[in-house]
């Protein structure tokens, strides 16, 4: 069960607001839009990778105590492919490749027109 940061109280899994001490749990009123918090005095840049990486160009870096884009710096920013299965890896591979198959099946159009016009 989710317990409030502030407070403890249990939180409903999509609770926008602690219903006992109304700190803001999510962004934006959407449930699905979470709302990342410090924990203690530092602040969320310190731990975050986009400062260390630099792409960061929100205004409330490199102060932040609540952020919507924080990303920690141990966590992957790409999936983790072992854990994709073969259908969602060929989907990824196909929709990162599709300028040289597009080429590709332009290219074997043409061979086959030229082949048969013979
Ligand atoms: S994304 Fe948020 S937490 Fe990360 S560096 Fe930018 S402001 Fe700080
Ligand atoms: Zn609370």
């Known amino acids: 069960m989710l317990s409030c940061p502030r407070c403890q109280a249990s939180l409903e899994p999509n609770a926008i607001q602690c219903p006992r001490c109304q700190l803001t749990l999510k962004a934006h009123g959407h449930p699905g839009i979470p709302l990342y918090r410090a924990e203690g005095e530092e602040s969320l840049c310190a ?19 609540t952020c919507t884009l ?28 599709r300028g040289g198959i597009a080429l590709a099946s332009l290219l074997l159009l043409s061979l086959l027109i030229v082949l048969v016009q013979q």
């Open 47 to 65: 731990i975050c990778r986009y400062d260390a990486d630099d792409t960061c160009n929100f205004p409330q870096r490199p102060h932040a105590q």
């Open 70 to 97: 924080y990303r920690s710096l141990n966590q992957s920013l790409t999936p983790d492919l072992p854990s994709l299965t073969l259908r969602e890896r060929l989907g990824l591979w196909l929709r990162s490749h």
